[in-house]
């Protein structure tokens, strides 16, 4: 039997979760069980970035401290998950001439096509900001377009189209300097709608088209897949707070109750549960707005086939997936979270879905996921955006 323990580390606005999972290798068949998970309530964060790294820390010690007591071991480096509202995605093409005599088009000829599309990244978009994940699109070999493996086919020209995910630089800082102090190493950074999107699509709703949003407590994310690849990723600054804030002045009660009347909890409040209810949907259907606008920008409103999987804690709101389906005109469905092999090792919630899914990034980080994806944890700790040497380690199995 071989064995092997990852831990992820998802430092949400509301909570900092931390899951420690198990990969065992008998008889050829691989399984992922969680043996610990601990969470604790983020302190000295805003929006998705630190605000204050030293309660941030604190915060990150607490929940690693819970995950280390049920899983009975020390969790002494982990994969942390990048979110908040400097997360973005950009897309650009770049090309190069195949140098071999044969043309034979190799691993060095991906890399300066991805190179050229890097510096093609205009200066307005890259300024104070940072790669993290570098996940090819789409291969042209002579202007066709390649299905599958590129490398060995013969061609004068390769064009890649490449989706860029950056941050701003120093939140990236002080977020890996908050894990730092908690007596964390940092093994590597990872966008949270990549890493939530291992255990809540399947392969089947990723080849169709689909788009996973996340509604947490101060921000919506979305990414959308085609063809089981990333093709845009987008943060916006609004989240489920925004509904509690909108009951409470609506209802005229304090934020606490908003809270409580907002998940459904016993209160003390009476209210017209009509009122309550435009309240919620005047501000979810700004929030599907912005994503219909965003569909329409990038020319994929109502052609998502896989529809729309909403994860996060707004994702319990009632009524959320009728309205989704209404504004977007495309299938809606809330996120399950699939990881773990056995009944007891098995999580479901979705609260958990981007911490199970760093764990996954982990198990499948070394070895044969080389020239795709992350970048090492030196790179990221380098000044400026463009440091494209060797990408590092994550998404093959996002590659065309």
């Not at 290798?25 to 805003?46: D, F, N």
């Not at 093609?120 to 377009?145: F, M, Q, R």
């Not at 291992?198 to 979305?222: P, R, Y």
């Not at 399950?336 to 979705?350: A, M, N, Q, S, T």
Request: proline residues 3%.
């Amino acid at each position: 039997m071989i064995r092997e323990i990852q831990a992820g580390i998802d430092i949400g606005t509301h909570q900092v979760k931390v899951i420690v999972a198990l990969e065992s290798l008998v008889g050829g068949k691989v399984s992922h069980t969680v043996i610990g998970r601990g969470s604790a309530e983020t302190r000295g964060m805003s929006h998705g970035f630190i605000t204050n790294p030293a309660e941030a820390a604190l915060s990150i010690r607490t929940a690693v401290n819970a995950a280390e007591k049920s899983a009975g071991v020390k969790v002494k480096r982990a994969f942390v998950a990048m979110g908040g509202i400097g997360l973005t995605g950009i897309t650009t093409t770049g090309s190069t001439v195949i140098t071999r005599a044969d043309l034979e088009i190799t691993e060095r000829d991906k890399e300066k096509a991805l190179e050229a599309a890097e510096a093609a990244i205009p200066p307005t978009l890259s300024l104070n900001k940072k790669i993290i994940n570098i996940i090819p699109v789409e291969y042209k070999a002579d202007g066709k377009v390649v299905w599958g493996r590129v490398d060995g086919l013969k061609a004068q020209k390769l064009e890649v189209k490449a989706l860029f995910i950056t941050c701003l630089e120093h939140h990236l800082e002080d977020l890996i300097r908050a894990v730092e102090k908690a007596d964390i190493e940092v093994i590597d950074v990872v966008a949270a709608p990549i890493a939530a999107s291992f255990v809540t699509l399947s392969k089947k709703q990723k080849k169709a088209g689909c788009l996973l949003a996340n509604i947490g407590a101060e921000t919506l994310s979305i990414m959308v897949f085609e063809n089981s690849t990333p093709v845009s990723l987008e943060v916006f600054p609004i989240g489920s707070t925004d509904i509690t804030n909108d009951i409470a002045l609506g209802l005229k009660v304090a934020i606490e109750e908003a809270e409580n009347i907002k998940v459904g909890t016993v209160t003390r409040s009476t209210y017209p549960k009509k009122k309550l209810d435009e309240i919620i949907t005047a501000r979810l259907d700004d929030m599907f707005e912005l994503i219909e606008n965003h569909l329409k920008k990038i020319g994929r409103n109502a052609l998502l086939p896989a529809g729309i999987v909403i994860s996060g804690g707004g994702s319990s709101l009632p009524g959320i997936k009728e309205l989704a389906e209404s504004n977007l005109k495309l299938p809606a469905k809330i996120a399950e979270v699939h990881f773990g092999d056995d009944d007891k090792g098995k999580v479901k919630d979705p609260l958990w879905a981007v911490a199970c899914g760093l764990t996954i990034v982990g198990f499948n980080a070394d070895g044969e996921q080389e020239n795709v994806g992350t970048r090492s944890i030196d790179d990221l700790k380098k000044s400026g955006a463009h440091v494209l040497q060797g990408i590092g380690g994550l998404l093959k199995k996002f590659l065309p």
